[in-house]
């Protein structure tokens, strides 16, 4: 069983940058994919970015094209977010599972998750 915990949420003024960090723990070898899920008040959630731990192929929504970047060193799991709007203001929940290419931005492929960290940007 792997456990998720993850942290570096904040408040930002827009523009600006945030690094959130996703670290698993327990057997790392119950899930080969990670993702980034995020989920604003009133809203579905959605993925944001993923990665095949096997590959480390990247797959991104097109709302974070090129301003978010999904990274991992060793067994932790960062996502890097710049160019921060207001609409990226929401909870950010990290995922693992056995999720292959096509269907690592859907939520319904995952069976673990992380408590979540608040993400906050002011106009």
Known sequence: QVQLAESGGGSVQSGGSLTLSCAPSGDPYNYYSLAWFRQAPGKERE?????????????????????????????????????????????????????????LLVEGSYDTWGQGTQVTVSS
């Open 47 to 103: 993925g944001v970015a993923a990665t095949l731990l096997t590959t480390g192929k990247t797959r991104y929504a097109d709302s974070v094209k090129d301003r978010f970047t999904i990274s991992r060193a060793e067994d932790t799991v960062y996502l890097q977010l710049n160019s921060l709007k207001p609409e990226d203001t929401a909870m950010y929940y990290c995922a693992a599972g056995y999720v292959g290419w096509s269907q």
